[in-house]
């Protein structure tokens, strides 16, 4: 019989007060804390005496765990979730822009939502899960901080890639060559991490390939297994794929997803890609 009675995992919130970040809290973070049965707070919603700075600290040190949106670059959030880090908390990293994070946290993975509330309580759900789940353990070992490049060109959420491609007219073989970069401080590894690409149905699976048909227009492909990457390290891979009919890929806008498999579940990034080909005789 479960203990009814136990207290839930508190969750206490670091970011702006402005008012643009209202709703985002209402109903992205409160909520999706509350839909994992924790409790979640900012400051700004507690009665307390003394000084607001005092209490900060009082509640980072309270707290299972701390989410920080580091949107706007605000200085007390970075201040604030700097201590959080020194007292070995669980931390959470939230960000509208990539272009948000500075250059010592870049090796921190954040929920980057771009202003969607429902991608990022989707996400805070997984993350604040795992986090009950393993209160001893740092999110940063269930996170896979991989930036994919396809052919030299980062793949980021709705991305615009023109790549020119090696196309096989004989055998109407696709290649695509991937650079997987580890941009974490900490080892990759293999076992808990697997990558696929969402693609048109155009494109086909190689007898030996894994390829799965997701609906009656998309197919997933998997990648070959990864080796362990170490921090800041890059590995190379490549997926084989047959083409239908090559004149439907000439100079077309595409929509492709890349899928990260990890501990925490899934991760889509979707992006366009024209594909520019060069026939080998």
């Not at 995992?9 to 702006?16: A, D, G, S």
């Not at 939230?94 to 948000?100: G, H, R």
């Not at 991760?267 to 366009?272: A, F, G, W």
Request: proline share 5%.
């Amino acid at each position: 019989m479960s203990d009814t009675t136990a207290p839930k995992p508190f969750v206490f919130v670091l970011m702006p007060f402005a008012k643009e970040f209202d709703d985002i809290y209402e109903f992205g973070i409160k909520i999706a804390c509350q839909e994992v049965d924790a409790y979640c707070e900012r400051v700004d919603e507690q009665i307390f005496t003394g000084s607001i700075l005092d209490r900060v600290y009082n509640q980072i040190a309270k707290a299972d765990i701390i989410v920080s949106d580091m949107s706007g670059m605000n200085p007390n959030v970075f201040y604030e979730t700097g201590y959080a880090h020194a007292l070995g908390k669980q931390v959470i990293l939230l960000t509208q822009k990539i272009a948000d994070i500075p250059f010592d946290l870049k090796h921190y993975s954040h929920i980057v939502y771009q202003g969607s509330i429902k991608e990022l309580k989707e996400e805070l759900k997984k993350r604040v899960s795992w986090c009950i789940e393993n209160p001893d353990e740092s999110i940063d070992k269930a996170e896979t901080n991989l930036e994919i490049y396809l052919h030299g060109k980062k793949i980021f959420p709705n991305a615009q890639l023109s790549v020119s491609i090696t196309l096989d007219t004989k055998e109407h073989k696709f290649s695509a060559s991937f650079a997987v970069h580890n941009a974490s401080k900490r080892i990759c590894d293999a076992n808990t991490v697997q990558l696929g690409l969402i693609t048109p149905r155009q494109f086909k699976g190689e007898p030996a390939s894994s390829t799965i048909q997701l609906s009656k227009t998309e197919s997933i492909h998997l990648f070959p297994p990864l080796a362990r990457i170490l921090p800041n390290a890059w590995q190379q891979t490549e997926l084989i794929l047959n083409i239908a009919d090559v004149s439907e890929l000439i100079n077309e806008k595409l929509s492709f997803v890349l899928r990260i498999f990890n501990e925490l579940g899934t991760t889509d990034i979707p992006y366009n890609l024209t594909i520019r080909l060069k026939e080998e005789v």
